[in-house]
């Protein structure tokens, strides 16, 4: 029934410890044998979903940046992007100077900081890739950025959101990918918006589609899909859209959901 599963990164495919278990690769390995596409969905850069999908053995278009770039996982091949619009891009920046906060931005999959402190150094390690410094990020605004972020203490980032989405409106698209990241984007583009247009690159009716999360920033991928999963791990939002709440990320939950509605293994819970 369901031919085509997107599976958020942090939080839901990985344990706590940014690792896949050998259990869960295996089982996604048996679905994609069985003729399913399994993918990412991840706020993260491409650069970094790519690892992973290594670890998996999938080659098939990456949903990354929030849905900003749909790009294969093996080749150059861009399916789908949409940049955050120069005007914008400038004015992220200005709010970033004036409310003194931590800003980075992404650009022709490269990561950007206007400098080099913890937020920057702890980021790019966790993520595992590089970073570069460019003292004046206006001189990048004009080409229009693939995704921003603001970093800082969850309850200031909390009020930050309510006036952004206040400021830009329909203009930019502003969620919450953990309590201290606060994400900015394309407006047209997230996680559901960028499975519809997988799906229909695939030939794919959304009603066999499956899209697995566990915070903000994976809500239109649940809402979107036909089958939406939360984890049991996922903030309650995202609980009360889903069809289904799974095991948690550190008990191997997406496997859980692959067994059950696309191996069709019953499991004992």
Same mark, same amino acid.
């Given at each position: ?19 896949? !278990? ?7 390995? @048996?679905?994609?044998?069985? +003729?399913? #596409?399994?993918? /990412?969905?991840? &706020? ?85 890739? !590089? ?7 206006? @001189?990048?605004?004009?080409? +229009?950025? #693939?995704?921003? /972020?603001?970093? &800082? ?99 191997? +939950?997406?496997?859980?959901? /692959? ?11």
């Amino acid at each position: 029934m369901y031919k085509l599963v997107a599976i958020d990164m942090d939080g839901t495919l990985l344990t706590d410890d940014l690792e896949i !278990p050998k259990d869960t690769i295996e089982v996604i390995q @048996k679905a994609v044998a069985n +003729g399913t #596409t399994v993918t /990412i969905a991840t &706020g993260r850069m491409y650069a970094s979903a790519k690892q992973f999908a290594k670890q998996l053995n999938i080659n098939v278009p990456l949903i990354t940046y929030q849905g900003a770039l749909i790009q294969e996982s093996e080749g150059d091949e861009v399916v789908y992007e949409k940049l955050i619009p120069a005007d914008v891009s400038r004015k992220l920046i200005e709010i970033a100077e004036e409310r003194d906060i931590h800003f980075q931005v992404y650009q022709d999959d490269l990561l950007f900081g206007a400098v080099e402190n913890d937020h920057l150094v702890t980021y790019a390690d966790k993520v595992k890739v !590089p970073y570069k410094v460019e003292p004046d990020l206006r @001189k990048l605004a004009d080409k +229009g950025f #693939t995704k921003a /972020i603001y970093i &800082g203490d969850p309850d200031y980032l909390e009020e930050m959101q309510t006036d952004l989405r206040q400021m830009f409106g329909t203009t930019a698209h502003i969620t919450k990918s953990t309590p201290y990241f606060l994400e900015v984007t394309h407006p047209e583009a997230n996680k559901g918006a960028a499975l519809r247009h997988l799906a229909k690159v695939l030939d794919v009716d959304m009603s066999e589609t499956i899209g697995i999360g566990d915070n903000y920033n994976d809500l239109e991928l649940v809402e979107a899909a036909g089958l939406g999963v939360a984890m049991e791990n996922a903030v309650d939002a995202l609980k009360n859209k889903a069809d289904f709440i799974t095991l948690s990320n550190n008990e191997q +939950g997406v496997k859980h959901v /692959i067994e059950k509605f696309v191996l069709n293994e019953e499991l004992a819970k």
